[in-house]
C-alpha cells in the first residue's frame, strides 16, 4: 500500500521549533517532488514548501522563508520541514504531499499524508 505519513506536529510556545517528518511506505520517494502544505481552521489550504526529487530546487512560502527549512534524506525515504521562530499563525494542520513529477508545482500532487497537527500558543 502507498502512503504517506506525517508525524512531529504538536503544541509548542511562540517561538519555538518543531521538525515535521514525512515517510514514504510502498514506494520510493527517489523520483518525486515532495510538497509540505498546511491548513488552518476556517482558510484554504496552502503550499508551505516544497523540494525537487534531487534536492537542488527548494520553495517556500513568502511568511516562512528564513524560518522554516526542507530537507529530504532518500536513504530513509523521508522529508522533513524544521520550522523555527513559530509564530501563532503557523497553527495548521501539515501535510505533505508526492508530485509524480522531479520538479515542484502547484499542482499534480498524487500522494498526501493524513497529516500532522501543530498548534502554536502561549
Known amino acids: 500500500q502507498l502512503q504517506l505519513v506525517e508525524s512531529g506536529g504538536g503544541l509548542v510556545q511562540p517561538g519555538g521549533s518543531l521538525r515535521l517528518s514525512c515517510a514514504a511506505s510502498g514506494f520510493t520517494l527517489d523520483y518525486y517532488a515532495i510538497g509540505w502544505f498546511r491548513q488552518a481552521p476556517g482558510k484554504e489550504r496552502e503550499g508551505v514548501s516544497c523540494?525537487?526529487?534531487?534536492?537542488?530546487?527548494?520553495n517556500y512560502l513568502d511568511s516562512v522563508k528564513g524560518r522554516f527549512t526542507i530537507s529530504r534524506d532518500n536513504a530513509k525515504n523521508t522529508v522533513y520541514l524544521q520550522m523555527n521562530s513559530l509564530k501563532p499563525e503557523d497553527t495548521a494542520v501539515y501535510y505533505c504531499?508526492?508530485?509524480?513529477?522531479?520538479?515542484?508545482?502547484?499542482?499534480?500532487?498524487?500522494?498526501w499524508g493524513r497529516g500532522t497537527a501543530v498548534t502554536v500558543s502561549s
Open positions: 523540494i525537487s526529487s534531487g534536492g537542488s530546487r527548494i
Open positions: 504531499a508526492a508530485r509524480v513529477f522531479s520538479v515542484c508545482a502547484s499542482g499534480g500532487y498524487e500522494y
